[in-house]
Protein backbone atom coordinates (compact mmCIF):
# COMPACT_ATOMS: atom_id res chain seq x y z
CA UNK A 1 0.00 0.00 0.00
CA UNK A 2 2.71 2.41 0.95
CA UNK A 3 4.26 1.43 -2.16
CA UNK A 4 1.24 2.15 -4.60
CA UNK A 5 1.23 5.83 -2.40
CA UNK A 6 5.10 6.30 -3.40
CA UNK A 7 3.84 7.25 -7.00
CA UNK A 8 1.58 9.75 -6.09
CA UNK A 9 3.59 11.63 -3.71
CA UNK A 10 5.11 14.50 -5.19
CA UNK A 11 2.00 15.86 -7.18
CA UNK A 12 0.08 14.81 -3.96
CA UNK A 13 2.06 17.34 -1.86
CA UNK A 14 2.30 19.88 -4.39
CA UNK A 15 -1.47 19.90 -4.77
CA UNK A 16 -2.11 19.89 -1.12
CA UNK A 17 0.24 23.03 -0.72
CA UNK A 18 -1.80 24.80 -3.35
CA UNK A 19 -5.16 23.99 -2.16
CA UNK A 20 -6.14 27.02 0.28
CA UNK A 21 -4.57 29.96 -2.31
CA UNK A 22 -6.08 28.54 -5.35
CA UNK A 23 -9.55 28.73 -3.67
CA UNK A 24 -8.40 32.19 -1.90
CA UNK A 25 -7.48 33.76 -5.68
CA UNK A 26 -11.14 31.97 -7.16
CA UNK A 27 -12.95 33.46 -4.65
CA UNK A 28 -11.49 36.96 -4.92
CA UNK A 29 -13.29 37.98 -8.32
CA UNK A 30 -16.52 36.51 -6.84
CA UNK A 31 -16.17 39.42 -3.76
CA UNK A 32 -16.41 41.85 -6.35
CA UNK A 33 -19.24 40.20 -8.15
CA UNK A 34 -20.98 39.90 -4.78
CA UNK A 35 -20.18 44.10 -3.91
CA UNK A 36 -21.43 45.06 -7.57
CA UNK A 37 -24.40 42.55 -7.24
CA UNK A 38 -25.39 43.64 -3.30
CA UNK A 39 -23.64 47.38 -3.18
CA UNK A 40 -22.28 45.56 0.33
CA UNK A 41 -20.18 42.67 1.27
CA UNK A 42 -21.46 40.37 3.23
CA UNK A 43 -18.65 38.79 5.33
CA UNK A 44 -20.36 34.87 6.26
CA UNK A 45 -21.69 34.52 2.56
CA UNK A 46 -17.45 35.24 1.58
CA UNK A 47 -16.30 32.94 3.93
CA UNK A 48 -18.81 30.27 2.90
CA UNK A 49 -17.93 30.87 -0.97
CA UNK A 50 -13.97 30.49 0.38
CA UNK A 51 -15.46 26.81 1.65
CA UNK A 52 -17.22 26.10 -1.60
CA UNK A 53 -14.13 26.38 -3.43
CA UNK A 54 -12.04 24.59 -0.54
CA UNK A 55 -14.86 21.81 -1.18
CA UNK A 56 -14.73 21.68 -4.96
CA UNK A 57 -10.52 21.79 -5.16
CA UNK A 58 -10.69 19.02 -2.26
CA UNK A 59 -13.28 16.93 -3.80
CA UNK A 60 -11.65 16.97 -7.39
CA UNK A 61 -8.37 16.42 -6.03
CA UNK A 62 -8.85 13.59 -3.84
CA UNK A 63 -11.12 12.09 -6.49
CA UNK A 64 -8.60 12.96 -9.36
CA UNK A 65 -5.28 13.29 -7.34
CA UNK A 66 -2.81 12.60 -7.15
CA UNK A 67 -1.65 11.38 -10.37
CA UNK A 68 1.17 8.81 -10.70
CA UNK A 69 4.57 10.92 -11.23
CA UNK A 70 5.52 8.32 -13.59
CA UNK A 71 2.33 7.72 -16.11
CA UNK A 72 4.57 5.35 -18.22
CA UNK A 73 5.59 3.16 -15.62
CA UNK A 74 2.29 3.05 -13.53
CA UNK A 75 0.29 2.43 -16.62
CA UNK A 76 2.30 -1.20 -17.76
CA UNK A 77 -0.35 -3.58 -17.24
CA UNK A 78 -3.27 -1.28 -15.65
CA UNK A 79 -6.15 -2.46 -17.48
CA UNK A 80 -9.59 -1.24 -14.99
CA UNK A 81 -12.94 -1.83 -16.64
CA UNK A 82 -15.56 0.36 -15.59
CA UNK A 83 -18.11 -1.07 -12.98
CA UNK A 84 -21.56 -0.83 -14.14
CA UNK A 85 -23.78 -3.34 -11.91
CA UNK A 86 -25.37 -0.93 -9.65
CA UNK A 87 -25.60 -3.85 -6.88
CA UNK A 88 -21.68 -4.26 -6.70
CA UNK A 89 -21.64 -2.65 -3.06
CA UNK A 90 -23.70 -5.64 -1.20
CA UNK A 91 -20.47 -8.43 -3.14
CA UNK A 92 -18.06 -6.13 -2.20
CA UNK A 93 -19.38 -5.54 1.49
CA UNK A 94 -19.31 -9.45 1.78
CA UNK A 95 -15.82 -9.95 0.33
CA UNK A 96 -14.18 -6.70 1.81
CA UNK A 97 -16.01 -6.38 4.99
CA UNK A 98 -15.15 -2.94 6.66
CA UNK A 99 -12.77 -1.43 4.06
CA UNK A 100 -16.07 -1.93 1.43
CA UNK A 101 -18.76 -0.41 3.86
CA UNK A 102 -15.76 2.61 4.55
CA UNK A 103 -15.84 3.28 1.05
CA UNK A 104 -19.22 3.57 0.52
CA UNK A 105 -19.57 5.82 4.05
CA UNK A 106 -16.75 7.99 2.09
CA UNK A 107 -18.40 8.37 -1.17
CA UNK A 108 -21.96 9.64 0.93
CA UNK A 109 -19.94 12.10 3.10
CA UNK A 110 -18.10 13.69 0.22
CA UNK A 111 -21.45 15.09 -1.43
CA UNK A 112 -22.61 16.28 1.61
CA UNK A 113 -21.51 19.64 1.77
CA UNK A 114 -22.22 20.00 -2.07
CA UNK A 115 -25.99 19.41 -0.94
CA UNK A 116 -25.51 22.35 1.55
CA UNK A 117 -24.22 24.57 -0.81
CA UNK A 118 -26.95 24.18 -3.66
CA UNK A 119 -29.27 24.90 -1.24
CA UNK A 120 -28.30 28.15 1.20
CA UNK A 121 -25.87 29.00 -1.56
CA UNK A 122 -28.04 29.32 -4.68
CA UNK A 123 -31.51 28.41 -3.26
CA UNK A 124 -31.68 24.97 -4.89
CA UNK A 125 -34.51 22.63 -4.41
CA UNK A 126 -34.32 19.21 -3.82
CA UNK A 127 -34.40 18.35 -7.66
CA UNK A 128 -31.69 20.93 -8.69
CA UNK A 129 -29.38 19.20 -5.66
CA UNK A 130 -30.25 15.74 -7.26
CA UNK A 131 -28.65 16.85 -11.29
CA UNK A 132 -26.15 19.17 -9.77
CA UNK A 133 -24.52 16.12 -7.61
CA UNK A 134 -25.24 13.78 -10.76
CA UNK A 135 -23.96 15.83 -12.72
CA UNK A 136 -20.51 16.44 -11.02
CA UNK A 137 -20.43 12.71 -9.65
CA UNK A 138 -20.81 11.82 -13.45
CA UNK A 139 -18.01 14.65 -14.31
CA UNK A 140 -15.75 12.87 -12.14
CA UNK A 141 -16.02 9.68 -13.34
CA UNK A 142 -15.95 10.22 -16.25
CA UNK A 143 -12.41 11.49 -15.98
CA UNK A 144 -10.96 8.78 -13.91
CA UNK A 145 -12.27 6.62 -16.93
CA UNK A 146 -10.60 8.15 -19.38
CA UNK A 147 -7.23 9.17 -17.56
CA UNK A 148 -8.53 12.93 -17.07
CA UNK A 149 -9.91 13.34 -20.42
CA UNK A 150 -6.98 12.21 -22.31
CA UNK A 151 -4.04 14.16 -20.04
CA UNK A 152 -3.61 10.85 -18.42
CA UNK A 153 -2.34 7.78 -20.65
CA UNK A 154 -4.50 5.08 -18.91
CA UNK A 155 -7.26 5.22 -16.79
CA UNK A 156 -5.37 5.00 -12.93
CA UNK A 157 -8.97 5.47 -11.57
CA UNK A 158 -11.93 3.31 -11.41
CA UNK A 159 -15.54 3.55 -12.56
CA UNK A 160 -18.02 2.99 -10.76
CA UNK A 161 -21.64 3.10 -11.07
CA UNK A 162 -22.05 2.88 -7.20
CA UNK A 163 -20.39 5.85 -6.76
CA UNK A 164 -22.91 8.00 -8.44
CA UNK A 165 -25.79 6.60 -6.45
CA UNK A 166 -23.80 7.39 -3.40
CA UNK A 167 -22.44 10.40 -4.30
CA UNK A 168 -26.02 11.68 -5.00
CA UNK A 169 -27.43 10.41 -1.40
CA UNK A 170 -24.93 12.13 0.15
CA UNK A 171 -26.06 15.95 -1.75
CA UNK A 172 -29.64 14.63 -0.81
CA UNK A 173 -28.82 14.19 2.90
CA UNK A 174 -26.90 17.51 2.39
CA UNK A 175 -29.38 19.28 1.11
CA UNK A 176 -31.40 18.28 4.37
CA UNK A 177 -29.00 19.70 6.92
CA UNK A 178 -28.84 22.73 5.54
CA UNK A 179 -32.32 23.24 6.26
CA UNK A 180 -30.53 23.93 10.30
CA UNK A 181 -27.86 26.13 8.37
CA UNK A 182 -27.33 29.91 7.90
CA UNK A 183 -29.45 30.46 4.06
CA UNK A 184 -27.35 32.81 1.99
CA UNK A 185 -29.25 32.46 -0.84
CA UNK A 186 -31.91 35.32 -0.69
CA UNK A 187 -29.59 38.98 0.59
CA UNK A 188 -31.20 42.38 0.03
CA UNK A 189 -29.09 45.15 -2.10
CA UNK A 190 -27.89 48.15 -0.39
CA UNK A 191 -30.10 51.02 -1.59
CA UNK A 192 -27.92 54.36 -1.72
CA UNK A 193 -24.48 55.28 -1.88
CA UNK A 194 -22.27 54.48 0.95
CA UNK A 195 -19.93 57.68 1.71
CA UNK A 196 -18.48 55.84 4.16
CA UNK A 197 -17.39 52.89 3.22
CA UNK A 198 -15.04 50.34 5.26
CA UNK A 199 -11.75 49.28 4.47
CA UNK A 200 -12.96 46.08 3.06
CA UNK A 201 -14.77 47.99 0.95
CA UNK A 202 -12.20 50.17 -0.31
CA UNK A 203 -9.98 47.60 -0.70
CA UNK A 204 -12.21 46.41 -3.24
CA UNK A 205 -12.85 48.98 -5.22
CA UNK A 206 -9.31 50.10 -4.96
CA UNK A 207 -7.92 47.11 -6.35
CA UNK A 208 -10.99 46.33 -8.97
CA UNK A 209 -9.96 49.79 -10.62
CA UNK A 210 -6.35 49.01 -10.17
CA UNK A 211 -6.57 45.60 -12.19
CA UNK A 212 -8.87 47.84 -14.48
CA UNK A 213 -5.94 50.64 -15.47
CA UNK A 214 -3.79 47.88 -15.94
CA UNK A 215 -5.91 46.08 -18.41
CA UNK A 216 -6.09 49.11 -20.29
CA UNK A 217 -2.02 49.44 -20.23
CA UNK A 218 -1.83 46.44 -21.66
CA UNK A 219 -4.47 46.87 -24.26
CA UNK A 220 -3.09 50.30 -25.46
CA UNK A 221 0.14 48.81 -25.29
CA UNK A 222 -0.31 45.36 -26.98
CA UNK A 223 0.28 46.92 -30.67
CA UNK A 224 3.56 48.68 -29.89
CA UNK A 225 4.91 45.06 -28.26
CA UNK A 226 3.59 42.84 -31.12
CA UNK A 227 5.28 45.49 -33.85
CA UNK A 228 8.71 45.34 -31.92
CA UNK A 229 8.70 49.16 -31.65
CA UNK A 230 11.44 50.53 -29.78
CA UNK A 231 10.70 51.86 -26.04
CA UNK A 232 7.31 50.24 -25.73
CA UNK A 233 8.27 49.26 -22.25
CA UNK A 234 8.86 52.78 -20.92
CA UNK A 235 5.81 53.86 -22.91
CA UNK A 236 3.83 51.49 -20.86
CA UNK A 237 5.44 52.03 -17.69
CA UNK A 238 4.01 55.98 -18.29
CA UNK A 239 0.66 55.06 -19.23
CA UNK A 240 0.38 53.03 -16.11
CA UNK A 241 0.82 55.95 -13.89
CA UNK A 242 -0.80 57.83 -16.69
CA UNK A 243 -4.10 55.48 -16.13
CA UNK A 244 -4.06 55.82 -12.52
CA UNK A 245 -4.16 59.31 -12.32
CA UNK A 246 -7.22 59.20 -14.22
CA UNK A 247 -8.98 56.49 -12.49
CA UNK A 248 -8.06 57.48 -9.15
CA UNK A 249 -7.90 61.42 -9.74
CA UNK A 250 -9.70 62.30 -12.61
CA UNK A 251 -12.71 60.15 -12.56
CA UNK A 252 -14.20 60.50 -8.63
CA UNK A 253 -12.78 64.44 -9.02
CA UNK A 254 -15.52 64.42 -12.18
CA UNK A 255 -18.15 61.96 -11.04
CA UNK A 256 -18.98 62.82 -7.61
CA UNK A 257 -16.35 61.07 -5.97
CA UNK A 258 -17.04 57.93 -7.27
CA UNK A 259 -14.11 55.69 -9.01
CA UNK A 260 -15.25 53.11 -11.85
CA UNK A 261 -16.19 50.29 -9.71
CA UNK A 262 -17.43 52.97 -7.45
CA UNK A 263 -19.94 53.67 -9.51
CA UNK A 264 -20.63 50.01 -10.17
CA UNK A 265 -20.85 48.72 -6.16
CA UNK A 266 -22.66 52.12 -4.75
CA UNK A 267 -19.56 53.65 -3.14
CA UNK A 268 -18.66 57.46 -3.18
CA UNK A 269 -16.10 59.02 -1.81
CA UNK A 270 -17.76 62.22 -1.56
CA UNK A 271 -18.88 62.63 2.47
CA UNK A 272 -19.27 66.07 2.78
CA UNK A 273 -19.64 69.18 0.96
CA UNK A 274 -16.94 70.82 -1.01
CA UNK A 275 -16.24 73.05 -3.35
CA UNK A 276 -13.95 73.01 -6.68
CA UNK A 277 -10.98 73.79 -5.35
CA UNK A 278 -11.10 71.51 -2.23
CA UNK A 279 -12.15 68.90 -4.42
CA UNK A 280 -8.87 69.38 -6.30
CA UNK A 281 -6.99 69.70 -3.30
CA UNK A 282 -8.96 66.51 -1.75
CA UNK A 283 -8.64 64.19 -4.59
CA UNK A 284 -5.23 64.97 -5.89
CA UNK A 285 -3.63 64.14 -2.45
CA UNK A 286 -5.46 61.19 -2.32
CA UNK A 287 -4.34 60.25 -6.07
CA UNK A 288 -0.80 60.89 -4.80
CA UNK A 289 -0.92 59.41 -1.74
CA UNK A 290 -2.49 56.28 -3.55
CA UNK A 291 0.16 56.20 -6.55
CA UNK A 292 3.35 56.36 -4.44
CA UNK A 293 2.31 53.48 -2.39
CA UNK A 294 1.51 51.84 -5.53
CA UNK A 295 4.74 52.50 -7.35
CA UNK A 296 6.88 54.38 -4.95
CA UNK A 297 9.63 52.65 -2.77
CA UNK A 298 12.23 53.10 0.03
CA UNK A 299 12.16 54.24 3.22
CA UNK A 300 9.60 57.07 2.49
CA UNK A 301 7.19 54.43 0.61
CA UNK A 302 7.17 52.49 3.92
CA UNK A 303 7.07 55.23 6.51
CA UNK A 304 3.85 56.19 4.38
CA UNK A 305 2.69 52.62 4.44
CA UNK A 306 2.72 53.06 8.61
CA UNK A 307 0.95 56.14 8.24
CA UNK A 308 -1.98 55.02 6.25
CA UNK A 309 -2.06 52.26 8.94
CA UNK A 310 -1.95 53.88 11.99
CA UNK A 311 -4.67 56.50 10.45
CA UNK A 312 -7.29 53.88 9.68
CA UNK A 313 -6.52 51.65 12.81
CA UNK A 314 -6.90 54.79 14.87
CA UNK A 315 -9.01 57.19 13.45
CA UNK A 316 -10.92 54.77 11.14
CA UNK A 317 -10.15 57.77 8.35
CA UNK A 318 -7.57 57.71 5.73
CA UNK A 319 -4.62 60.38 6.38
CA UNK A 320 -5.31 62.52 2.75
CA UNK A 321 -8.81 63.70 4.45
CA UNK A 322 -6.06 66.38 6.51
CA UNK A 323 -7.15 68.37 3.86
CA UNK A 324 -10.12 68.83 5.16
CA UNK A 325 -9.26 70.91 7.79
CA UNK A 326 -8.35 73.66 5.80
CA UNK A 327 -11.99 73.94 4.54
CA UNK A 328 -14.57 75.18 6.80
CA UNK A 329 -18.02 72.08 6.65
CA UNK A 330 -20.59 73.43 4.74
Not at 99 to 104: D, E, M
Not at 213 to 220: E, H, I
Amino acid sequence: MLGFFNNFSNSFLFALFLWPFVALFMTLPVLLVQYIRFHKVYLRRIVAIYLLFLYVLALFAFTLYPLPDNPEAFCVGKHLTPQLNPLQFFLDIQTEGLRAVLQVAANVVFFVPLGVFVRNLFGGKLLMTVLVALAVSLAIETAQLTGAFGVFPCSYRLFDVDDLIFNVLGAVIGAGVAVVLPNFSKLEKREGVNTNPKIVQRAVVFVADFLLGNLLTVVLTAPLYFMSVDGWQDFANMLRVVCFGILQFGVPLIFKGQTVFGALTGVSLDDRQRNFVHRVLFYGLRGAMLGYLVFGTGVWHDVLAIVVGLSWIIFRKMPYKIIDIFFRKK
